[in-house]
């Protein structure tokens, strides 16, 4: 089945840093999303990128198709903005579902 | 309802027992997922319903696990003869229609079998 890696697996940084989360996939897909779950165990669907950029806010995602990745970005991060980032993807044979990554856990210390 | 709703949050059972997890996702949605999430760990797929169908229950761990969903909307997973390593945060998630839409997980139900 695809692969989904993310990295880091785990950043700490100071409030206000800005910071890149990597999803690289191992197949095409047809459907990618980016998740935090927050220390309550939340699931937040942030972005549904299967190609392009989109911005929200401090948040922005690039996902290139072709190369098979995609990028998260978070700038001027807040305490709130820790927990864990997952990206999903649906792979191009059509299966109907996402398969998630292992994560990065993100925490922000004031 | 305003977004996807799972019962009960938490739940403890003994060894050996059933037990029924609820669902009912956002009104209209006709996709729903069902996942699994052990302690520290990533998202396990279990399922998925498009209207009331199943098309493939491959990810389902074993035969003592089943889910059916009535009218299009509530849905139930159902965990026969409970075993420890069925202890986990079971995620329900609802989509537009099935895949091509970003998905909304609910809080969970936290299972611990003991």
């Known amino acids: 089945g695809i692969q989904v890696e993310q990295s880091p697996p785990d950043l700490i940084l100071q409030e206000g840093a800005n910071s890149t989360l990597r999803c690289n996939f191992s197949?095409?897909?047809?459907?990618l999303q980016w998740f935090h779950q927050n220390p309550w165990g939340q699931l937040i669907n942030l972005f549904y990128?299967?190609?392009g950029t989109k911005q929200n806010g401090r948040l922005s995602a690039t996902t290139v198709a072709t190369e098979r990745y995609s990028l998260l970005y978070i700038s001027s991060s807040q305490t709130t903005d820790s927990g864990v980032y997952f990206c999903?993807?649906?792979?191009?044979?059509?299966?109907?579902?996402?398969?998630f990554g292992t994560g990065t856990r993100l925490t922000v210390i004031p | 309802g305003a977004g996807v709703s799972q019962s009960p949050s938490n739940k403890v059972t003994e060894k050996g027992k059933d037990v029924e997890l609820r669902c009912d996702p956002i009104?209209?949605?006709?996709?729903l997922y069902w996942y699994r999430q052990s302690l520290g760990q990533g998202l396990e797929f279990l399922i998925y319903?498009?209207?009331?169908?199943?098309?493939?229950k491959s990810g389902l761990p074993s035969d003592r696990f089943s889910a059916e969903r009535t009218g299009g909307s509530v849905s139930t997973l159902t965990i026969q003869r409970t075993q420890q390593e069925d202890s986990a945060v079971y995620l329900c998630?609802?989509?537009?229609?099935?895949?091509?839409?970003?998905?909304?997980f609910g809080s969970g139900t936290r299972l611990t079998v003991v």
């Open positions: 998630a609802s989509s537009l229609v099935l895949a091509n839409y970003g998905y909304t």
């Open positions: 197949d095409s897909v047809n459907n």
């Open positions: 990128i299967p190609s």
């Open positions: 999903a993807v649906e792979p191009g044979t059509g299966a109907n579902n996402l398969f």
């Open positions: 009104s209209g949605h006709t996709a």
């Open positions: 319903f498009q209207g009331n169908s199943a098309p493939d």
